[in-house]
Structures are given as structure tokens and as C-alpha cells.
């Protein structure tokens, strides 16, 4: 199986915590350089990392496709 994931209210999150409003246009998020840093980093290190441990705690296999290495 294959697991596709989002993030958004964990990425609008954390750009609040950034002090960085999150901007919507047409109802998609606008995103410059400084939001995509933050979206890489939330889907990446914190919500397909926590996909892959939670897999793995139950004994099965996962490894995450993403352009950052784990």
C-alpha cells in the first residue's frame, strides 16, 4: 500500500509559530520560498516521519519518497 498524505493545519501551524500568515488564494494556499521551507519541513521531518514510525512500531515496513534524506 501506498499512503499519500497532507498537512495542512499542521503547516498552517507552524507557520503561525513563524510569525508568517498563512495566504489563500481560490482556496489554495499561496506559497513563497519562505512558506515552501516550512511545508517541506512539516510534511518531510514531522508528518511522514511520524507515518513511517508508526508503521514500523507496528512491525511493518515503510520508507518514506520524499526529496529529503531521513
Known amino acids: 500500500p501506498i499512503v499519500i498524505h497532507g498537512g495542512g493545519k499542521a503547516i ?3 507557520m503561525q509559530e513563524a ?12 506559497t513563497d520560498p519562505q ?3 516550512i511545508v517541506g519541513d512539516v510534511l518531510t521531518s514531522q508528518i511522514s516521519a511520524d507515518i513511517v514510525r508508526r508503521i514500523e ?3 511493518g515496513w515503510a520508507m518514506p519518497m520524499h526529496y529529503k534524506t531521513t
Open 57 to 59: 512500531a507496528m512491525q
Open 12 to 14: 498552517t501551524k507552524a
Open 19 to 30: 510569525g508568517i500568515q498563512p495566504r489563500f488564494v481560490q482556496g489554495r494556499r499561496y
Open 35 to 37: 512558506t515552501l521551507e
